[in-house]
């Protein structure tokens, strides 16, 4: 069983987001609940570069709920998914620091057992391509860019899912659904946004999503899909910023699944995107 | 003339290792992070030079440098590192200390800020709850927005590490 994770972008500035997600677990018969009074995963870029034991206290107040309810927690997001699986390793493995936090946050501490998953790698593991391929109603007919993003793979050492300078998870997924994933220049590149740069550099920020997306446009995709709120915002908010000619419509993997299994539009939430997705629908 | 020369800080050295940096002295500067970083693509960051200064213990010259805060933290550099440095962990130990010693950007105060007052990194706004609601989720999300008791534990956790006494001194 998992407990869903929310984070802080999908619920609050893309709702849609969390919506799709939870009809997708729903239709694939992944069984969740929820984690009542999560908070902040605490972003790592900005909170763990601010205060190590702030922000290693808080996400362990957050792997502390899942734990008391012996659900393995659930993200939705790279940033979530990042900041929760290393603060979980560092907590699992360094009994000092546990300790130091356990001081912290009380309630019955925490012990060190959760494990910390991403939407991406349960789907692809737990339920595999060809179980959504069965789900998929009419395949979409779509060139899609995939964006892994940085913290869903990567550091690989402790996460183990997939080789992270040529991975292939995300496609299988994203192409189970009819469409196909287009090789660009620069696959693997950063968004640009993580470490606190969209926050403190905006300009080199977006700097780097545009030559990113410059790439995707060149490769003859028709979308983007990512498995992170972060990303997702960085690329949809930031083509407004960019201006004339930046339109590629930006779509999370729940998203993209709940369109290709047929899920209601309003279900799917795309009128909160700053860029239009109405040219792929 | 002796000013012109590179003086070494073992202190400072040390207060990176002791802070998160404990594979700072494994760097022989080969530059592979430097040659995978996309932040070197646009800017005059270069991790490589980064970490050297660290090993050096140079505080003055790390500390208050804008391109402490160019890493976006992908972790290519870590990857690729033929001698397993941790080398985002050594940029977000040395980003620590420099926030203990007052350097911050306001607009990272204000990230802050967000999560010490809702837990969370941004407001929930009515035109937020009227798109949620739309598509069929409960107005507010069920997290510390919805459980008071559960935010006050939050709060709490936070004035423990003392992290608003820290980024208000930043």
């Not at chain 1, 992944?30 to 601010?50: K, Q, T």
């Not at chain 1, 939705?76 to 300790?99: Q, V």
């Not at chain 2, 207060?15 to 070197?40: H, K, M, Y």
């Not at chain 2, 107005?139 to 008071?148: A, G, H, R, S």
Request: glycine content about 8%.
């Amino acid at each position: 069983m998992y407990s869903l994770f929310l984070g802080c972008i999908a619920p609050l500035r893309y709702p849609g987001i969390e919506s799709a997600t939870r009809e997708i677990l729903r239709e694939l018969g992944v069984e969740y609940n929820e984690l009542e009074g999560a908070s902040c995963c605490p972003a790592p870029g900005v909170m763990r570069s601010f205060d190590e034991k702030t922000w290693l206290s808080i996400a362990s107040r957050n792997l502390q709920i899942s734990e008391k309810k012996e659900t393995e927690l659930l993200t939705i997001c790279n940033g979530c998914y990042g900041s929760l699986f290393e603060a979980a390793h560092i907590l699992e493995t360094d009994e000092k620091k546990r300790s130091d936090v356990n001081e912290i946050i009380g309630e019955g501490g925490y012990n060190g057992t959760t494990k910390v998953r991403h939407i991406a790698e349960v789907l692809y593991k737990e339920l595999g391509t060809d179980e959504i391929r069965s789900k998929v109603r009419d395949g979409l007919k779509l060139n899609i860019a995939v964006h892994y993003g940085c913290h869903f793979l990567k550091p690989s050492k402790i996460k183990k899912l997939d080789d992270p300078e040529r991975p292939t998870m995300l496609d299988e997924l994203v192409e189970a659904t009819g469409a196909v994933s287009v090789p660009y220049k620069d696959k693997q590149m950063c968004c640009g946004a993580g470490g606190g740069v969209r926050a403190g550099s905006p300009d080199v920020a977006l700097e780097m999503a545009k030559n990113k997306i410059d790439n995707m446009k060149a490769a003859g995709a028709q979308c983007i899909v990512t498995p992170c709120p972060f990303c997702h915002l960085q690329f949809d908010r930031g083509q407004k910023e960019l201006g004339d000619g930046y339109d590629l419509p930006v779509i999370h993997l729940s998203q993209i699944l709940g369109m290709a299994i047929g899920l209601d539009k309003n279900k799917l939430g795309f009128e909160s995107h700053v860029t239009p997705v109405d040219p792929i629908l | 003339m002796t000013d012109e020369y590179v003086r070494p800080n073992p202190e400072f050295t040390k207060r990176v290792i002791d802070a998160g940096g404990d594979t700072l002295n494994l760097c022989f500067q080969c530059g592979t992070c430097t040659g995978s970083c996309p932040s070197g693509r646009y800017t005059a960051f270069r991790v490589r030079k980064m970490i050297r200064k660290a090993q050096l213990g140079l505080k003055d010259e790390v500390l208050p440098s804008d391109d402490l805060w160019y890493c976006t933290t992908c972790y290519t550099c870590y990857e690729r590192c033929p001698r397993g440095v941790d080398i985002p962990g050594i940029v977000l130990a040395i980003r620590n200390i420099a926030v203990q010693e007052g350097y911050m950007k306001e607009a990272h105060k204000k990230t802050a800020s967000f999560i010490v007052n809702n837990g969370h990194l941004m407001s929930l706004k009515d035109e937020h709850k009227a798109l949620r609601k739309d598509n069929g989720l409960d107005e507010v999300p069920p997290t510390v927005l919805m459980y008071e008791d559960a935010l006050k534990s939050v709060k709490s956790i936070i004035e423990k590490t003392e992290f608003e006494k820290l980024i208000g001194s930043a």
